[in-house]
């Protein structure tokens, strides 16, 4: 099994272009979620969604959008990048049932200039 | 919402030292999670622990939900464990992380 994965790696993106990120999981799990770090701080919760077909706001949602497109893919847009987007992305799923277990992807490094 | 909170922020170890990082937060939860972030950023699970003792290798953890703490502890520390070790509580269908210790382990 691959787990959880993401690209891309790295992304440059100029104030005001949009980008998506895309996140797949092959370990058939119900709920994902994306979450952003910020230097020096713990992960921060975007967006998630608990189950195909439904998706919740997080602590920092605004500026973002999210695709649930399957049970497998979680996609986070960005409609029009801003300097105070640049952070790291991570994409994570959790296990199925009760334990809520949470498993995470390598990470996308995003920079807006 | 629930506040997580570790201590220390930054701990320099020699290696073989042993070490106990401390997490406490503040509502009861209905799971914790250790994970160890490496130099290169990726974050590793090393616990699932939302009570009682686990033990992996050289780490283990205890979690005493009924005092809202855990704790990691790290014995004969090595090099390769070095980096950032958080700890985050799940409620409500989110998990909220603690700000993380980072940890230096020297030769």
């Known amino acids: 099994n691959a787990g959880v994965t993401q690209t891309p790696k790295f992304q440059v993106l100029k104030t005001g272009q949009s980008m998506t990120l895309q996140c797949a999981q092959d370990?058939?799990?119900?709920?994902m979620y994306w979450y952003r770090q910020d230097p020096g701080m713990g992960l921060r919760l975007i967006y998630y969604?608990?189950?195909?077909?439904?998706?919740d706001k997080g602590e920092v949602p605004n500026g973002y959008n999210v695709s649930r497109l399957n049970k497998r893919e979680f996609s986070l847009r960005l409609e029009s990048a801003a300097p105070s987007q640049t952070s790291v992305y991570f994409c994570?799923?959790?296990?199925?049932?009760?334990?809520?277990?949470?498993?995470f992807g390598p990470g996308t490094r995003l920079t807006v200039t | 919402g629930i506040q997580v909170e570790q201590s220390p922020p930054d701990l320099i170890l020699q290696e073989g030292a042993n070490s106990t990082l401390r997490c406490n937060f503040s509502?009861?939860?209905?799971?914790l999670q250790w994970f160890h972030q490496n130099p290169w950023g990726q974050l590793i699970n090393l616990f699932y622990?939302?009570?009682g003792t686990k033990q992996n290798g050289r780490l283990s953890a205890t979690t005493v939900a009924t005092e809202r703490y855990s704790l990691l502890y790290i014995s004969s520390s090595q090099t390769t464990d070095s980096g950032v070790y958080f700890c985050?509580?799940?409620?409500?269908?989110?998990?909220?992380f603690g700000q993380g210790t980072e940890l230096s382990v020297k030769p």
């Open positions: 509502d009861s939860v209905n799971n």
């Open positions: 622990i939302p009570s």
């Open positions: 994570a799923s959790s296990v199925p049932g009760t334990s809520y277990e949470q498993y």
């Open positions: 985050a509580a799940y409620q409500g269908g989110k998990l909220i």
């Open positions: 969604s608990a189950s195909e077909g439904t998706t």
């Open positions: 370990m058939n799990h119900n709920s």
